[in-house]
C-alpha cells in the first residue's frame, strides 16, 4: 500500500528565513510522481512543486525546492525567504500511473512577521 | 481559464437525508476526481473518471455514494441516507492526461463543498 507520512504536524518559520518540510513515502513502485500543495485557510488547494521520481534533479519554482532522496524514500520542501503568504497547510502527495493521489495528514505553516 | 467549480459551498442537512454536489472542471479536462477531506486531514481519494467512465473507486465509497460524469464534462456526487461521518468537505479536481505531449499533469482542485450533518 500506498502510504504519505508528514511527521510535523505543525512549523512556525520567521518572515524572510528558510524552512523545511518534511515527506516521507513508502511504496514498491518504481515510477510514480510527487507533489507538494499549499491549502490557505478556507481557500482552494495550489499545486506548489512536483518531481517524478525517474527524475534525479531535484525540481524548484522560484523560492520552493525540494530534495527528493529516492532510495529513502523521502520528499522534503524547502522554503526560502519565507513571505506572509506562505502560511497555509502544506500536504505533501504521492500518485501513481493509476492516478490514486495519495495525501499526507498535512504540516501547518505559520510565518511570522 | 475560470478553475475548477464546485457548487453548493456549504450544505447543511439532517442525518438520513440525500444530498447531491456538482462539480464543474477545467474546461479542457478530462480527468476528474473526487476526494473527502476531514478536519487536519489530508484529502482521501474517493473515485476517479476518465471523460464519462469511472475507472477506479475507493473502498471508501460506500454503496451509499454515488458518482456519474455522463457527458464526460461536470461530475455530480450524490450520498443517500447521510450519515454523520459523512461530514466533511468534499472536493473535486481535474487534470489532463496529457499536455504538449508530457503526460499526468497535476491536479487543480476546487474549493470543495463542506457538508455538515445535523
Known amino acids: 500500500a500506498q502510504t504519505v507520512t508528514q511527521s510535523q504536524p505543525e512549523m512556525s518559520v520567521q518572515e524572510a528565513e528558510t524552512v523545511t518540510l518534511s515527506c516521507t513515502y513508502d511504496?514498491?513502485?518504481?515510477?510514480?510522481?510527487l507533489f507538494w500543495y499549499k491549502q490557505p485557510p478556507s481557500r482552494q488547494m495550489i499545486l506548489v512543486i512536483r518531481q517524478e521520481a525517474y527524475k534525479q534533479q531535484n525540481a524548484t519554482e522560484n523560492r520552493f525546492s525540494v530534495n527528493f532522496q529516492k532510495a529513502a524514500k523521502s520528499f522534503s520542501l524547502k522554503i526560502s525567504d519565507s513571505q506572509l503568504g506562505d502560511t497555509a497547510m502544506y500536504f505533501c502527495?504521492?500518485?501513481?500511473?493509476?492516478?490514486?493521489?495519495?495525501f499526507g495528514a498535512g504540516t501547518r505553516l505559520t510565518v511570522k512577521p | 481559464d475560470t478553475g475548477v467549480s464546485q457548487n453548493p459551498r456549504h450544505k447543511i442537512t439532517k442525518r438520513g437525508q440525500n444530498v447531491t454536489f456538482r462539480c464543474d472542471p477545467i474546461s479542457e479536462h478530462n480527468r476528474l476526481y473526487w476526494y473527502r477531506q476531514t478536519l487536519g486531514q489530508g484529502p482521501e481519494f474517493l473515485t476517479y473518471?476518465?471523460?464519462?467512465?469511472?475507472?477506479?473507486k475507493s473502498r471508501l465509497l460506500s454503496d451509499r455514494f454515488s458518482a456519474e460524469r455522463p457527458k464526460g464534462s461536470f461530475s455530480t456526487l450524490e450520498i443517500q441516507r447521510t450519515e454523520q461521518g459523512d461530514s466533511a468537505m468534499y472536493l473535486c479536481a481535474s487534470s489532463s492526461d496529457r499536455v504538449f505531449g508530457v503526460s499526468n499533469q497535476p491536479q487543480h482542485f476546487g474549493d470543495g463543498t463542506r457538508l455538515s450533518i445535523l
Open positions: 511504496t514498491s513502485e518504481s515510477n510514480y510522481y
Open positions: 502527495a504521492f500518485m501513481i500511473s493509476n492516478n490514486d493521489m495519495r
Open positions: 473518471f476518465q471523460n464519462e467512465a469511472q475507472l477506479e
